[in-house]
């Protein structure tokens, strides 16, 4: 056994000897990279340090018998969560019959806050929990301080749990309480293992990372808190030595490879896909028309009683399109109320609002009489006034005429909540009752006993029949294209009725599917208050009726809203036909806006479920300047763990990045990720179509002024 670690025990000598002599070098501090486990760490341990604020990274990696497949956010700068996929090569999934070959696929999720930054003197210090959400397999709680030394970041730590399964020293909050001294098993999976958490024996871990003179490479030493002799499932490995030894190779600022040698007798290899969503801004729109340019207006080429004249014969119908087709924004109607003129329309281009409304200020420019002053755009979405944007049209002028900066076109905007006052109508679009549009779905099942992906793509069609603006009714028609649902055999086991759990049927059943069809209402009921009411086959496992109100005063941090719904379970083809089970369900929501210069949206819901069970729904998301979103959200009811079955409760991870960022044209369209662990009945509500809270997102007028610069674009 010591002929085998002298050379380990030499080379990490040695690596750090040369790491302590280059301190003295001024070199930057290496970089926060990924651990085997994905967060931020040297190989199989974490370390107190984090990615930048709003980074979004995917890591693969292997170390036999575990591949490990991990995406992390960072979605504050003192947060890191993640969730993770783990194969265990040498263990299966299920029974022969249900899983083949499928090597058993583990679950888990992360979390990991830092206390204080890094000073002079004192470490950076973060404590965590790994596998807090999942089966509990490789459940862990640790403390880490980090602190650099030139370009050597060291770091040491505690670890109850798997990380720390060799048990160096007794755990002192055994002086509190003795049952800090033994840790418990995993009681249910998915339970965030509260029962467990900090107790039992601590392992010691910590290691360096070196900054190379060459910037593409990164050195990294470890001393393993694990001994691998109580592996999850009786997998117990060989350690040959507790010291892992890595590199990191930066392809480019997206593209990291990991390489290791780890248990002293173990080769590591990964990869890490990374990216910034914060930082993220839209490519080059060379599919958008340019803005149109200021040239010879009513107001310049003519004199006061000449230009009303112009403007008398003005072909508003054609300034409608050219709104549309340049501005993004479907005209309703364009009034005139004194020196103000009204623009009611529904951007359904530009994610950034001040594009919209400077791109249609140039347009109107040209066609306007000189009296008008100030550009009014009255966003309207689905037929409801969500707020009035008005721009004076002279100081947008000096800013485009290089007479004045954009900080003082932005004292110069007001948002106001839409009121009624006299006006002249100049023109009302003509009602465009049917829109429709072929698209490609895909849906996905992930991790399942049948299949570690499973999944299909279907041609879809979606259309609207309007009846009047607030009235409306839309559908889609789904065909199966392709799947691999031949493999879907599994159903989950449920103590509840089964309102989630017959995905498989529901998937399987029939290649020709109606998704949706849904006769909805929209109405504002007072100033601030916002109702709707739909009717129809509202998702694709439930039909009936409901109805949602909004409560969200312009510009306040807080809003309240209600739903009720009545449906009836859809039969498994989704046609027309109903199954037995119904359900009232509904839920009160308080949503609160928190934070300044960083935005957090919180929604708390309470209520009655699809499997008729109460509870609570909390939801926690960051929200990024550019219009990237990144949460949580978990749910309880009063279904016990038992009951509830593996998961214990609903809980998953989300983020939304617009596709504005990826595409050469704009757009408001979204690519919204959500991962859950497990599909189950227990906490499950219904998902209709819209949501009051999100069509009236403009009444937080945060988001127009911070991306106030896309009024020049």
Same mark, same amino acid.
């Given at each position: ?91 299966? =999934? ?119 003179? +060459? ?33 990191? #190779? ?30 993220? %801004? ?91 002053? +100030? +550009?009014? &755009? ?16 002279? %100081? ?6 290089? $007479?004045?900066? &954009? ?11 839409? =009121? ?22 895909? $849906? ?37 294209? =392709? ?38 209402? %929209? ?18 496992? =439930? ?32 046609? #027309? ?12 929501? &308080? ?32 929200? #990024? ?9 978990? %749910? ?78």
């Amino acid at each position: 056994m010591s002929r085998n670690r002298m050379p380990l025990a030499s080379a990490a000598v040695a690596l750090l000897s040369l790491s302590i002599s280059a301190a003295l070098h001024a070199q930057e501090g290496p970089a926060p990279t990924a651990s085997d486990w994905g967060g931020v760490g040297l190989l199989q341990t974490p370390s107190a340090r984090m990615s930048d604020e709003g980074e979004l990274s995917l890591t693969a990696s292997h170390t036999s018998p575990y591949s490990r497949y991990t995406v992390v956010m960072q979605p504050l700068p003192w947060v890191e969560g993640a969730f993770r996929y783990i194969s265990v090569a040498n263990r299966r =999934y299920g029974s022969e019959g249900l899983s083949g070959d499928q090597n058993y696929k583990d679950k888990s999720i992360d979390l990991k806050l830092r206390l204080w930054q890094e000073g002079r003197w004192l470490p950076e210090v973060s404590v965590g929990a790994r596998d807090l959400g999942g089966t509990g397999l490789f459940s862990s709680e640790y403390l880490v301080a980090n602190k650099r030394f030139g370009p050597v970041d060291a770091s040491l730590g505690v670890a109850t749990g798997y990380i720390g399964n060799r048990g160096d020293i007794a755990n002192p909050l055994g002086a509190i309480d003795d049952r800090f001294k033994e840790r418990p098993g995993v009681n249910t999976p998915g339970d965030f293992n509260t029962s467990a958490m900090f107790r039992g024996r601590l392992g010691i871990f910590g290691g360096i990372s070196y900054q190379t003179p +060459w910037d593409r490479l990164q050195l990294k030493l470890e001393y393993d808190g694990n001994d691998y002799r109580n592996e999850p499932q009786r997998n117990n490995q060989k350690q040959s030595s507790p010291i892992n030894l890595g590199a990191v #190779f930066t392809v480019n600022n997206n593209v990291l490879l990991h390489l290791g040698w780890e248990r002293g007798n173990t080769a590591m290899v990964g990869i890490t896909l990374r990216s910034n969503l914060a930082q993220a %801004t839209p490519m080059t729109k060379l599919l958008d028309p340019p803005p149109v340019p200021r040239g010879a207006t009513v107001s310049q080429a003519t004199g006061v009683e000449e230009a009303q004249a112009v403007t008398a014969t003005t072909d508003w119908p054609a300034i409608a399109r050219e709104l549309e087709d340049n501005a993004g924004l479907r005209v309703k109607r364009i009034d005139r109320s004194g020196q103000e003129l009204i623009v009611s329309a529904e951007q359904r281009r530009f994610i950034y609002p001040a594009q919209g409304i400077g791109r249609a200020a140039r347009i109107l420019d040209g066609h306007a009489s000189p009296d008008v002053s +100030w +550009w009014t &755009l009255r966003n309207v979405r689905l037929g409801l006034p969500v707020v009035e944007t008005s721009l004076e049209r002279k %100081t947008f002028n000096d800013y485009l005429d290089d $007479r004045t900066d &954009l900080a003082a076109v932005s004292r110069h905007v007001e948002m106001t909540v839409p =009121y009624a006052r006299r006006s002249e109508t100049l023109y009302e679009a003509p009602l465009k009752r049917f829109d429709g549009a072929f698209n490609v779905g895909y $849906r996905q099942s992930v991790g399942g006993p049948d299949g570690f992906i499973l999944f299909q793509v279907a041609a879809m069609y979606g259309a609207t029949f309007r009846f009047n603006d607030n009235l409306w009714l839309s559908g889609t028609a789904s065909y199966n294209a =392709y799947n691999n649902y031949d493999k879907f055999k599994y159903d989950a086991p449920s103590r509840l009725p089964r309102v989630r759990t017959y995905v498989r049927q529901y998937l399987t059943t029939s290649d020709f599917t109606l998704p949706n069809l849904q006769l909805t209402g %929209t109405k504002q009921l007072g100033r601030d208050l916002y109702g709707m009411a739909y009717a129809g086959l509202l998702e694709y496992m =439930y039909g009936g009726v409901g109805g949602e109100i909004l409560y969200r005063p312009m510009d306040e941090r807080w809003a309240l809203g209600a739903e009720l719904n009545w449906v009836r379970q859809r039969d498994f083809n989704q046609r #027309f036909s109903f199954r037995d089970y119904s359900v009232a369900t509904g839920h009160a929501t &308080l949503y609160y806006l928190w934070g300044d210069q960083r935005r957090i949206i919180s929604a708390v819901s309470a209520g009655r479920y699809l499997a008729k069970d109460w509870g609570a729904t909390v939801s926690v998301a960051r929200m #990024f300047d550019n219009g990237v979103t990144m949460g949580a959200y978990a %749910t309880k009811t009063d279904v016990s763990s038992r009951d509830f079955g593996e998961g214990s409760f609903d809980k998953g991870i989300y983020f939304s990045v617009p596709f504005d960022f990826m595409l050469p044209r704009s757009t408001r369209a979204r690519a919204d990720f959500m991962w859950n662990p497990l599909y189950r009945d227990g906490g499950a509500r219904l998902a209709h179509s819209h949501s009051l809270y999100q069509l009236t997102s403009e009444r937080d007028s945060e988001f127009f002024y911070r991306n106030f610069d896309a009024i020049a674009k």
